[in-house]
T-cell receptor, first 114, second 110 residues
Framework: AQSVSQHNHHVILSEAASLELGCNYS??????LFWYVQYPGQHLQLLLK??????LVKGIKGFEAEFIKSKFSFNLRKPSVQWSDTAEYFC????????????FGKGTKLSVKP | DGGITQSPKYLFRKEGQNVTLSCEQN?????MYWYRQDPGQGLRLIYY???????QKGDIAEGYSVSREKKESFPLTVTSAQKNPTAFYLC?????????FGPGTRLTVT
C-alpha cells in the first residue's frame, strides 16, 4: 500500500537551531510532493511543493526541501528556526502525479523555545 | 476573496444523531475532499469528489455520507453509524494535486 512516513513525532529546538524533518514515501512511480504547515489555531497551508525539475525546492518563510528520488525522500529544512515556526508540519504525496489523491504523513509537531 | 469556508467552527451533538458539516469553495476547483484529523494520526481521507454528481470513498468512509450537487458545495454527513465521530474535520479543494484547505470544523459527540 502507498504510504508516507514522517520520522519524528515531536521535535523541540531552540531559536536559531537548524531544522530537518524527514519524510519518506513508498512507491517508485511518478509523485508530486508537498509540505503543509498548520500553525496553532490556523488553516493548513502549503509550505512548498515539488512537481518536477530542480529537486531542491524553496518555499515560504525560508523553508526548503530536497527531493531525493533514489531514497524516496523529501526532507524539509530550515537553517535557523524562529519561535514563530512552532507548528505542526505534514508531508503529503500525490502518487501518480497530478492525477493522484494526497496521502499525508502523520505529522511532526515542532516546538521552538525562545 | 477566494477560498474555502466551513461552518460551523465548533459543533456539538448527542450520540445517535446525524450531523451535516458544510463546505463551500469559490475557487472554481473541480475536486473536493473531506479529511478527518486526529492527534498523531495525520489527515485521513473520508470522501472525495472529482466532479459534480460523482464522489468516491476514501480510506475511512464508513459511517459518513456526502453529496455533490453543485461544484461549489460538498457537505459531509456524520451518521449515527460512525463509531468514533468526535474529531476535527477538514475540507479541501484542489487544482492538479495541490490542495487548499478550509479552517475546519471541530465536532464533539457526547
Amino acid at each position: 500500500a502507498q504510504s508516507v512516513s514522517q520520522h519524528n513525532h515531536h521535535v523541540i529546538l531552540s531559536e536559531a537551531a537548524s531544522l530537518e524533518l524527514g519524510c519518506n514515501y513508498s512507491y517508485g512511480g511518478t509523485v508530486n510532493l508537498f509540505w503543509y504547515v498548520q500553525y496553532p489555531g490556523q488553516h493548513l497551508q502549503l509550505l512548498l511543493k515539488y512537481f518536477s525539475g530542480d529537486p531542491l525546492v524553496k518555499g515560504i518563510k525560508g523553508f526548503e526541501a530536497e527531493f531525493i528520488k533514489s531514497k524516496f525522500s523529501f526532507n524539509l529544512r530550515k537553517p535557523s528556526v524562529q519561535w514563530s515556526d512552532t507548528a505542526e508540519y505534514f508531508c503529503a504525496v500525490a502518487f501518480g502525479g497530478s492525477q493522484g489523491n494526497l496521502i499525508f504523513g502523520k505529522g511532526t509537531k515542532l516546538s521552538v523555545k525562545p | 476573496d477566494g477560498g474555502i469556508t466551513q461552518s460551523p467552527k465548533y459543533l456539538f451533538r448527542k450520540e445517535g444523531q446525524n450531523v451535516t458539516l458544510s463546505c463551500e469553495q469559490n475557487l472554481n476547483h473541480d475536486a473536493m475532499y473531506w479529511y478527518r484529523q486526529d492527534p498523531g494520526q495525520g489527515l485521513r481521507l473520508i470522501y472525495y469528489s472529482q466532479i459534480v454528481n460523482d464522489f468516491q470513498k476514501g480510506d475511512i468512509a464508513e459511517g459518513y455520507s456526502v453529496s455533490r450537487e453543485k461544484k461549489e458545495s460538498f457537505p459531509l454527513t456524520v451518521t449515527s453509524a460512525q463509531k468514533n465521530p468526535t474529531a476535527f474535520y477538514l475540507c479541501a479543494s484542489s487544482i492538479r494535486s495541490e490542495q487548499y484547505f478550509g479552517p475546519g470544523t471541530r465536532l464533539t459527540v457526547t
